[in-house]
């Protein structure tokens, strides 16, 4: 199974923010469909949020010091969730929230325009507030204005992210943190994305976790 395990730029932050004790520890685990309709997508470090998050809570893992190379030198989470539903898997996440972040999807008339000031139609009202971030597949996107609206003004390929031709009525769209941002539940702090895993309702997945630092 081809698999995408990235750390993201605003984990990076969370890292250096625990050096201080400034940062709150990422070890809730979450999964999603990774897109899975119109990807799969790939995980990657301009990433805010996970591309499709599953309708499952997410849990709180067990997290270590662990060795991979030389002694205590990786942090590692093991989590297990149960799927509710039959459906496939094709990302698994860290997060410092138990709470999932806003999200919904994107309303007729789509996104408009390609620039600084694109027009993103949504299917429901936008409750964070202005200058966050969403990301829709692999785009991140500034919310510039509209929030409490359902017509926001974004700017497009956000946080290093590139814009994507298509998006798609339905395509969700989650709010999450870039780095030097912290909205509530919005920090993303590691992103695996892989081909994709068959679940019945009832299947568990256990998932280790680990991140070495070098």
């Known amino acids: 199974m081809a698999t995408t ?4 730029s605003k984990g990076r932050e969370v890292i250096a923010g625990r ?5 709150t520890e990422p070890s809730k ?3 999603g469909t990774g897109g899975i309709a119109g990807g799969p997508f790939t ?3 301009t990433d805010v949020a996970p591309f499709s998050e599953a309708s499952e809570a997410r849990v709180t893992g067990t997290s270590s010091i662990a060795t991979t190379t030389t002694t205590n030198d990786s942090y590692q989470v093991i989590g297990t969730i149960t799927s509710g539903s039959t459906q496939t898997i094709a990302e698994v996440f860290l997060s410092d929230s138990a709470t999932k972040p806003f999200s919904t999807t994107v309303a007729a008339g789509g996104v408009v325009g390609s620039s600084s000031a694109t027009t993103l139609n949504t299917a429901a009202s936008y409750t964070p507030a202005n200058n966050t971030s969403v990301q829709i597949r692999t785009e991140v ?6 929030t409490g609206t359902t017509a926001l003004t974004v700017t497009r390929g956000a946080n290093g992210s590139a814009a ?4 798609a009525v339905a395509d969700q769209a989650t709010m999450g943190n870039a ?5 509530a539940n919005g920090t993303l702090y590691l992103h695996a994305s892989f081909t994709g895993l068959a679940l ?3 299947d568990s997945l256990q998932s280790t976790v680990t991140v070495k630092h070098s």
């Open 141 to 146: 996107m500034t919310v510039t204005a509209g």
């Open 19 to 23: 050096m201080t004790g400034a940062a």
């Open 179 to 183: 780095p030097g941002t912290a909205t």
């Open 29 to 31: 685990m979450g999964w």
């Open 5 to 8: 395990v990235v750390v993201t």
């Open 43 to 45: 995980a990657a470090t």
């Open 164 to 167: 994507i031709a298509t998006i």
């Open 200 to 202: 019945n309702n009832g």
